[in-house]
């Protein structure tokens, strides 16, 4: 299948190809990572590189690349509670938000005796969480180009949000939608 695409851009050539258009979109199993957009005014293409970015890789070592179904069984595994706590302690914003125990879906006292096991692996369900969250600050991070702006919009109520901070919402899988495709507007200009 051929993919049209600007005269002065390469596409990849190793690993895990994505075609989203408007409507539909395809997966190709050939190329490098990369995600290809079409825009109303043409084509985009940007790479995204060879593996996962650093924060979602920091709960799927064992994954090979971009394979979401390599992410779904790591998910099924569960993740060690250690690796959530050090993403999350890295955050001052999600720290300040409680994160961890939206992650956890638990009181903070519980939360303090769930601790005392760090590794111990999270549910399938907590580990779902967990991906939300840090999928959503790597796609933040790239639409507004600073980890730090991504963290401070992440808190700050947003209208295309009906007024509640992205953080509050990504909890679960609507939220993590509205969230994912809010951004999406917003690299597009169209929110």
Known sequence: MAVNKPDNQELPDS????????????????GR????RKLAHGRKVSVVGESMEKSIALFL???????????????QNGFPLRSVVVWVDNSPAFKKANVLSKIIGSSDRTLARRMQ????????EQSTRALYFAEIMEKATEVLGSRDL??????EPARG???LAPVDLIANAIGYELVNDFLTRMDYGVY
Do not use: I
Not at 33 to 36: D, I, L
Not at 61 to 75: E, I, K, P, S, T
Not at 150 to 155: C, T
């Open 33 to 36: 990572a990369a995600y290809v």
């Open 61 to 75: 070592r064992n994954v090979r690349g971009d394979d979401r179904m390599d992410a779904y069984h790591a998910v």
């Open 117 to 124: 096991e760090p590794d111990r692996l999270l549910t399938p």
């Open 161 to 163: 949000l009906d007024g």
């Open 15 to 30: 690993g895990k190809m994505e075609v989203a258009g408007y409507g539909k979109g395809k997966t190709l199993y050939e």
């Open 150 to 155: 991504a963290e401070q919009w992440m808190s």
